[in-house]
């Protein structure tokens, strides 16, 4: 997926990534509620939420374009312990993807430009599909195209196959029928994406939004009203980076996504504002890094989170997190990890 000359500044240095990691009051919310302090036993946490009608291990997934379509990081990580995985975008031919350099990094953020690079439906169908089916974990595919029709014959395809627990529809494409402009900045396209999508989707079907919005509200109800499941909030943030030295651009396309721990508070707003908008489910991702920023996310608004740059310094991440919260609910008598799901509470500090 990554091609060499990928990094322009070499391998990311985590200590540096993550250098900017703060550690907020601990649960607020639930000192307020006055919830007891009686010791929870070990292992009595239920870590189990529902996104929708699909029910999932844990809050926890792997999100699109960071983790490959999961075959390659069986090696590294128990895949049975995540909650799940979104797989690399995957479009109806396949595609080669950007010029390199396709990655540089930022503070405590990453810069990418892989042009959705991916083996094809058929390809991930054929060829990466059949492994995962092992697995006891939601694999989602995550699905793009350029045309309203070309996100509709993907699914076709997805939907004569076996395995997969839905979709994630990835918006922040340029529609070609719509002189280049996202899908995902107009609740017109929205609905209009959404609505062909859903009619041939009988699997649970999630929409990923674009953070690139004014008004998140808006393009979140579109999707709902239009038979949206769920909602990804968000993608990257365009951002790009220049070489003093050379005076171009850090990135073989110029402009790239900007994602990592310096994206949180701003994708954290986006999945308040959304959960106020809408009441199916929302999916919160951006930066996360640690057990808190998991929670934080879920007390905003959102029903499970996913993780993406983690991915690249730290390939178990997922369930390392996850471990970490666990922790975090027992020294905080938490039991189940529901009772954080919008639990925001909304009087000042
Ligand atoms: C290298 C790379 C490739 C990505 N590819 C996709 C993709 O194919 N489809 C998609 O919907 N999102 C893609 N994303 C966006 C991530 O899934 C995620 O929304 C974003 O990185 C924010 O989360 P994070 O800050 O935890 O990384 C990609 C992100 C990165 C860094």
Not at 15 to 43: D, K, Y
Not at 229 to 257: C, E
Not at 316 to 324: D, G, K, S
């Amino acid at each position: 997926m990554l091609a060499p000359g990928d990094f322009q500044h070499g391998p990311l240095r985590a200590a540096e990534f993550f250098s900017f990691s703060t550690s907020p009051p601990l649960l607020r919310a639930h000192r307020r509620a006055n919830i007891s302090r009686v010791t929870v036993p070990a292992a009595a946490v239920d870590l189990s939420v529902n996104v929708g009608a699909l029910r999932l291990s844990n809050p926890i997934l792997a999100a699109s374009g960071t983790f490959g379509y999961g075959v390659e990081f069986a090696h590294l990580v128990d895949l049975n312990r995540m909650g799940g995985f979104v797989v690399k975008g995957l479009s109806l031919e396949p595609m080669a993807g950007a010029p390199a350099p396709r990655l540089c990094e930022t503070s405590s953020g990453m810069l990418n430009a892989v042009g959705l690079q991916n083996v094809g439906v058929r390809a991930f169908v054929a060829e990466k599909l059949p492994a995962l089916r092992q697995y006891r974990t939601a694999v989602m595919a995550n699905v793009f195209g350029y045309t309203v029709d070309e996100y509709v014959g993907v699914i076709r395809i997805l939907e004569d196959a076996e395995g997969l627990a839905g979709y994630e529809l990835n918006i922040s494409c340029p529609n070609t029928a719509h002189g280049g402009l996202q899908f995902g900045s107009d609740p017109r396209m929205v609905a209009e994406v959404v609505s062909a999508a859903r009619k041939v989707a009988r699997r649970p079907l999630w929409v990923k939004l674009s953070p690139n919005v004014t008004d998140i509200g808006a393009i979140a109800r579109a999707a709902e009203e239009t038979g949206a499941d769920a909602l990804t909030v968000a993608n990257t943030y365009q951002a790009m980076s220049i070489d003093i030295q050379t005076r171009k651009s850090r990135l073989g396309r110029i402009t790239g996504g900007l994602s990592g721990p310096a994206i949180k508070p701003i994708t954290l707003r986006l999945v308040y504002e959304a959960a106020r908008a809408v009441k199916i489910p929302i999916v919160g991702l951006g930066g996360i890094e640690k057990a808190e920023d998991v929670l934080e996310y879920l007390i905003a608004g959102a029903s499970a989170v996913q993780v993406g740059t983690a991915n690249f310094s730290q390939p178990a991440a997922c369930v390392n997190i996850l471990a970490e919260v666990e922790k975090l609910c027992k020294t905080n008598n938490i039991n189940s990890i529901n009772s954080l799901i919008r639990s925001f509470q909304a009087d000042s500090p």
